[in-house]
């Protein structure tokens, strides 16, 4: 029975020794304030932490600075340090001043401050570092050497609070006034997923086409985090503002260990020209919410050629607007905001304004306001650009860019493109075709010398490559000045987007009574009236006229023909 009690009496004292030489171990400095906001010794502190699972009793224990020690005492809670609680360590006379830490310390913390005057034997030094240490009964528990340099206001936190106290795991504090007695800026949280990286491929998108999102999620916590979702926005009004009804994929996701990292992808419908705003959002309720969110910007461009350049003035009659004519030959409106236009020097572009242009439409760029001294249609879109390079006469490239920068259309003249005269503009033939075939253009062929906001005069597209068409509207007139039916309009649609044209009136003996048009050029297509006045000026006799027509194609020299009869009729 002896023997029996004298086993029980050390075993005691076993568990005792182990208790009093590993529980203060267990108090950690967690936070060193050395500078503070208001430069003033008395908003020094130093936080401590219990990491162990039990309650510590802080009497006897000394905080140094290397130069001096002083005990710790209760400010009004006593000095037991509870169970993960937070202890934190003031100057005395920050009681007796503005106390600029009242909002950030919790109701939990433990407050404590020192037997003497200052912290260590003057105050925590900012010019040189110094080695804060923790002392109990038995010795040095925790020391940490702060480093200097901080901004004023600006506490060395520790980052692993179980870690080292070397300076690999302290840190610079992220918020002004540090975090006293509670987590520390700089440590990671328990359960903490990032959403690291948001991107997404192909990274050239036009209209039409799909994008893949794909947002890597990262567990910055130091517990695994539970199965999860991952949601994608299409954030259409663009206010930063996530709905239910801007939510157009939701993936879910296993959990996920500390460090670790997943990417999670969803698709896109498809996108039209111009800016969308994307994000991703982490479903979780984590220690932090603020890293659980990330926006993407795509700039979708549009479709190469779906506006192409349509027709230059490059060399206007003096006094009179440079302007180049765009066209809309898509099936869809295309907003052209954050659209430019450019010569050869592409470093200085033009920024078209927001405007949009429907299918099948045309838009005037143009150097100044003179423009408007075209016959425009009344429905014709004109923009004065600022900030217009001059098309040069001996040879330029005209660029149209998209919003992000794709080229969508351009040609590259020559100093004799078209040999034309001033105030003749360069139209395009065929729209499908490239602008950058030299051969696509030729010069306007209207009286204006322009077609501005119109199909262009030399219009042409393969498909009505059928024939010459010749047509005279009405069949029967009758040039006697009544107003009626006084002259015959006699329209031509040619199978070759330019020629010279020849139009010859014969009468019923075949004689040549009116030679309309002589080698004039033209367009595929065109019309031209007759008043049914010969080449002596007087109007011919009651009867039949026969319309010759005769076209040479430029350069080849085929030629094409046509005829029909009109009658010129009279009053009986």
Not at 101 to 115: F, H, K, R, V
Not at 292 to 299: D, S
Not at 339 to 363: G, M
Request: aromatic share 10%; charged share 20%.
């Amino acid at each position: 029975m002896k023997n029996r009690n004298i086993i029980v009496i050390i075993l005691l004292c076993f568990t005792f020794l182990l208790t009093a030489d590993n529980s203060p171990a267990q108090i950690v400095l967690t936070e060193v304030m050395f500078e503070s906001a208001e430069n003033d010794n008395y908003y020094e502190f130093i936080e401590i932490w219990n990491s162990d699972e039990s309650a510590i009793d802080l009497s006897g224990f000394r905080l140094g600075d290397g130069t001096g020690d002083d005990l710790i005492i209760p400010v009004n809670g006593g000095l037991t340090l509870q169970p993960r609680q937070f202890g934190l360590i003031l100057d005395p006379d920050y009681f007796d001043n503005p106390p600029i830490y009242e909002e950030l310390i919790p109701d939990d913390c433990l407050l404590l401050t020192i037997e003497s005057a200052a912290i260590g034997s003057y105050g925590l030094k900012n010019t040189i570092p110094e080695t804060v240490t923790l002392f109990d009964s038995q010795g040095v528990i925790a020391e940490y050497t702060y480093s200097i340099g901080n901004a004023p206001g600006y506490s060395d936190e520790k980052i692993d609070l179980l870690g080292a106290d070397d300076s690999t795991n302290w840190s610079d504090c992220l918020t002004l006034n540090g975090t006293p007695g509670f987590d520390n800026s700089v440590s990671p949280d328990s359960i903490n997923l990032t959403l690291s990286d948001l991107s997404y491929s192909p990274s050239s998108i036009t209209r039409g086409m799909t994008a893949t999102l794909t947002a890597v999620i990262t567990n910055s916590g130091i517990d695994s985090a539970p199965p999860f979702e991952a949601g994608f926005y299409l954030d259409s009004d663009e206010d930063s503002l996530l709905s239910e009804s801007e939510l157009f994929a939701v993936e879910c996701c296993a959990s996920l260990n500390p460090g670790d990292e997943i990417a999670v992808h969803a698709v896109t419908g498809s996108l039209w020209e111009g800016i969308h705003l994307f994000a991703a959002e982490i479903f979780l309720e984590d220690n932090d919410p603020s890293d659980n969110t990330a926006f993407l910007q795509i700039n979708v461009g549009a479709s190469s050629g779906s506006v192409i350049l349509n027709e230059v003035m490059y060399k206007p009659l003096s006094g009179e607007s440079e302007w180049v004519e765009l066209n809309n030959r898509s099936a869809f409106a295309v907003n052209l905001e954050g659209w430019k236009f450019s010569d050869s020097d592409t470093l200085d572009k033009s920024l078209i304004q927001t405007i949009e242009i429907a299918p099948d439409s045309y838009i005037i760029l143009a150097k100044d306001s003179t423009i408007f001294d075209w016959d425009l249609p009344p429905e014709a879109s004109v923009m004065v650009l600022c900030g217009w390079n001059p098309l040069n006469n001996a040879g330029d490239t005209l660029y149209l860019f998209d919003a992000i920068g794709n080229i969508i259309d351009f040609i590259a003249y020559p100093s004799d493109w078209g040999n034309i005269d001033n105030g003749i503009s360069m139209e395009r033939i065929n729209p499908q075709s490239f602008a950058s075939t030299l051969s696509n253009w030729f010069q306007c062929t209207s009286s204006s010398g322009g077609t501005p906001g119109c199909e262009n005069s030399v219009f042409y597209l393969p498909s009505m490559n059928t024939g010459v068409e010749l047509k005279a509207s009405p069949e029967v007139f009758s040039p006697d000045g009544d107003g009626i039916d006084d002259n015959v309009t006699i329209s031509y649609s040619l199978p070759i987007p330019t020629a010279r044209l020849n139009i010859r009136i014969f009468d019923v003996r075949g004689r040549l009574y009116r030679f309309l048009l002589k080698g004039d050029l033209t367009g595929a297509n065109g019309e031209i009236v007759w008043n049914g006045i010969g080449e002596e000026g007087k109007v011919g006799r009651i009867g039949p006229y026969i319309i010759h027509l005769e076209a040479m194609s430029e350069p080849a020299k085929q030629t094409y023909e046509a005829k029909m009869v009109v009658i010129l009729g009279g009053k009986l």
